[in-house]
Each structure stands twice: as C-alpha cells, then as structure tokens.
C-alpha cells in the first residue's frame, strides 16, 4: 500500500486517532545536529494532551539516559523522563541482564566505549572495566598496561561507539575477544554518524575492526533495527499493544525497518532528515516503505490545529 | 609434490645449488620479536661466501627502509643495506609512482599510519599530509581540526598500522575516502601482528574500519602475499631470475602464497614462527605447500658445515 502523506487535517485526525503509543527517534526528527526543528514542541504537548505515550529511541550509546534528558531540555522539550528514553546502550544492558546466562553479581563486562554504556550496565547490576578509565588513554605498553593479563571474571566485552579510541583500548579490547567463551555484543551497528559540518566514522565501523582482529563473529546489536532493541521497550513497558504503536523516523533502513520488522501498528517517515521524497518511490532499499510520511514532524501539529 | 625438508648436508648443498636469489620474510625467520634465532648471522654469511643475493622482504610499514637496517644492525646482523629490504611502505611508494596515474609533483597523498609510510612516499617526490603530524594526536574537534576541509590536491590516501589511531586520525581519513575519486591504497592486510606477550590488531584491521565507514571497494595492497610487494622487488633488481629466487617464511597464507603466486623458484618454510610441522598435512589452508621446509633457517648452516 503506498504512504499516505499527512497534509490535511482529516488525515492527520486519522493518523492520530489510529495509536496510543508514538517511539520517536531523535536526530532528524526532533532535531537536526545543535538546532531544534520547527513545532516538535508543539506537536509533543499535542501527543501529552490526547493522551498517548511517548519514547525515544536511540542508537547513541555515549549518553546514559539520565545524560540524555538534559538534552532534551537543552532544546526546551521539557519533561522528559529517563523512563521515556531507549538508548542501545541500555537496549544492551537489558539484553544482557535478561535474555543470556551472564550473572550480574559475578560476571564482569570489558567495556570498549563511552560512559553511557558504562552507567547502564552499572545501573542494572553488572561490574564493568574499561570504557572510560583515564588508564586506558595512556600509550598501549604492553609491558606496563594495568589491564592485561585479562580479567578472568569477565564473560562479556560489549563494544559501543568510542571517539578516544586509541591502540591502548583496541590491544585489551582485542585479547578479551580471542578467548571465544567471552560473549561479544554491539550497542549498534551504524557505520557513520552524522556531524556538523563533517559526517563521521560510526560504532559499526568501530566494530568491524574488533571483529576482523580476531575472527569473531558478527556480534548480536541492541540499536535500530534491531528487534533486540524493541525487546527492551516491551522489558519495560509489557502493557503495550504493537498494533497500538507508531514509530516516528527520519531513516527507512533503521527507523522505519525497525517498526516494520517489530509489526508495529504503523510507521511515520519524517523527510526532515537523510530521506527525500524520493526514496518513497525508488525501491532499491528493498521495498521498506512507511505507513505514513510527512515533510516533517511539525506538520502534525500545524495541520491538526488549522 | 611433498615438501623436502632440510635435515641432511646433500639436500642442503642441492637447495643452495638450486637458487641465486633468497627473499627473506624477518620476524619468525630471523628473529622472534627481541630474540635472535639460533645460527641465523652464520647462515647470511654462508649465504653471502656462496655469492647469492639476498633481499629483506617485510610487511612492516611503521619503519622506513633506512630505520630498519638499524633493526638488523641491532641484532648484530652487519652490512645490511637499505637496498636489500623492501617493506610494505616502500612497496606502496613504487606501486604508486610506476603504476598509477598520480604525478608526484602536484598530486598530495593523505598518510593514515606511521613515519616510515610518509618517509618512503617522500622518497620517491610525493608530497604528505597527515600522518605522524602531532597535531593529529589532539582531540578530535571538527570546528577546530587544522586538517579540514579536504586538500584538494589530494589525490590518493596510503593507510597503513597506525599505532597512534584515534578518533582524530579516523574522521580526517573518511572524509578524504569519501571522495570516490581519492584513489585509496593499503600498505598490507594482515590483521594481527605479533608483540611479546600480547597479539595485538594488525593494519587489516584498521584498513577495515575504514573501508567500511567510507563505503569503499577494499583497496589495493602492497604487502605479501600481493604481487604489487614482488612487482616493487622486480622494479628494483630486473636483473633477477623468478626461477632462481627462493622466498623463505614463516607463514603459509602469506610468505608461502606470495613466492607460489610469484611463480618463484623455490619456497622454504622455518617451522620458528606461527607454522608448525602439522601444517604440511593439515590441507584446510587451500593447498599451499613449500618446496622446501625446514626447523629453523640456521639449520642450513648446520647441515652445510657438518
């Protein structure tokens, strides 16, 4: 079926009245880099007035969700609550603590990555080392480094993205994953990230070197698309109706997916971001095509409110 | 046909009669990490009373050719010249002086990796970016880094182990791969490379990171087993004979490939480095099997002495 835009106000009545839940995701669509994008707060106190639940789900993994709410409030989206904000870091952490055999009393995680990972995993009762530890930024001596021989206790390495990677992390990180009973999870797999002006290298990439240095496996990951992600916002919030819920996103091959691959009741696409009008009509991606779109998330506001 | 091994005074008479030339493979023939291996100086001086020729043939990029005949000299092995040994770097500057279109006296190359990279590329007239630059050590800033927008005069980006990675390094080199028409070289692809106690990741690795942030074709290589590192050798000395050249290694996957693919003479493989005898019958490496084998290179010595 094809998309149906919301350009009027019957259909974005429709749009609404057809969920109860909305999962937003963030860059593009709330923002884009440092700017806010034009009547995303008006459109969310809408949401708070009629009633429906709001999410946010990232694939940032450098943030705890605590950090993550003061962006929000940076950007005058007051009230939201750590309670609202699915990271892949804590996707991760959920995972981990819930759907393996690792012991949080006793199992430790090698940590390659920020500190959001780090206070998600800290939050739901696992030891970490790595990550951020200020050690870890001296030159890689390997005669000297206090983090080798590697630490029997720890089961798993979690690998997120990490802008101080050095060969310190990448030499310990590695000899943790060359014992193959060491588990081995991703928070996500983008290769790039986007910056201002300059697009960046993503986790994924990150990742790519730690599975090529020693022959891993591709790692399970908690970001977009993955259900695994998804799995995590039903962890907490169990009373939610898929068919009831609407993913709210700038890009077809992680948001829109995502929504797709979970049977959400629907999706919306948001052209405020790396899609154009035109990729509803080119099928190269594989014939991922959202519910609905918009040019961008603020027409739900302007056009309701005509 | 089944790999003679070394182990009696008339095959190693007849080996030594057989060939002209011998390109030695370094760490696990010579030496193991700081540790010269036995009978090693006896066997280049037997070598040298005997007229052959001997060349140095490294993967190592991080040393320029002129730094690595201090390695040798370090192990007491004398008179070794900087025109003996041919490393990935210096076959990375051969490859692209004589077999590219890039012109040394105006098109830039970008250096991901270390010294001996820019300082073989500098030889040969290419102007450096990047690389060993200790403003690269800085923290990643995109507002503030001394190294973008992109040169445009940059033509080819050479990535190579880089011991210094960070997040600054990364974002430089992806934004110069995005242009599709940078032309983009690796030095070698091994993905690890031995220390002492500790493996560590190798420059494949790291070509990978790359490689997939950037969305590239993987690149070109210059390191064993590719011919572009033989192409470099037969640049230098055409005066050689492949059928009376003898490639000695440690490694069946690289020294071991590279002299087969080079259609070489003969190949010796010392059993002192990552192979052990089992190699020769365990047949799961894709047939690739020596001419010759032996213990450990000084056994040629010992046998031709006895």
């Not at 034009?38 to 969700?65: G, H, Q």
């Not at 709410?69 to 892949?88: A, H, L, P, R, Y």
């Amino acid at each position: 079926m094809s998309p149906i835009k919301l350009d009027d106000k019957q259909t974005v009545v429709e749009f609404l009245n057809s969920f109860d839940t909305f999962l937003f995701d963030c860059d593009g669509v709330l923002w884009s880099g440092t700017h806010l994008l034009p009547n995303v707060i008006e459109t969310l106190a809408l949401l708070k007035k009629l009633n429906k639940k709001v999410l946010f789900v990232t694939n940032n993994s450098t943030k705890s969700r605590q950090d993550y709410t003061k962006k929000f409030s940076n950007f005058g989206i007051d009230n939201v609550t750590k309670e609202q904000i699915f990271s892949s870091s804590f996707a991760t952490a959920i995972y981990l603590k819930n759907f393996t055999n690792l012991d949080p009393s006793k199992d430790k995680i090698w940590v390659f990555g920020e500190s959001g990972i780090e206070k998600e995993l800290q939050e739901v009762g696992f030891s970490t080392i790595g990550g951020s530890d200020a050690r870890l930024d001296e030159p890689w001596d390997q005669q000297k480094t206090p983090f080798l021989p590697v630490d029997p206790e720890v089961k798993c390495v979690v690998a997120g993205l990490d802008t101080k990677i050095n060969f310190h992390r990448l030499c310990v990180t590695y000899n943790y994953l060359r014992d193959k009973d060491v588990q081995y999870v991703a928070t996500n797999i983008d290769t790039t990230f986007p910056g201002k002006p300059y697009m960046q290298p993503g986790c994924g990439s990150m990742i790519n070197l730690l599975t090529t240095s020693s022959g891993r496996e591709e790692p399970p990951n908690c970001g977009k698309p993955s259900q695994l992600m998804l799995d995590a916002v039903f962890k907490a919030y169990p009373e939610l109706k898929r068919e009831k819920c609407c993913m709210v996103g700038d890009r077809l091959n992680t948001d829109i997916k995502f929504g797709i691959d979970g049977k959400l009741g629907g999706q919306l696409l948001v052209l405020s971001g790396v899609e154009n009008e035109s990729c509803l009509t080119d099928l190269s991606h594989g014939f991922i095509l959202p519910t609905f779109y918009a040019d961008k998330l603020g027409d739900v506001y302007e056009h309701y409110t005509k």
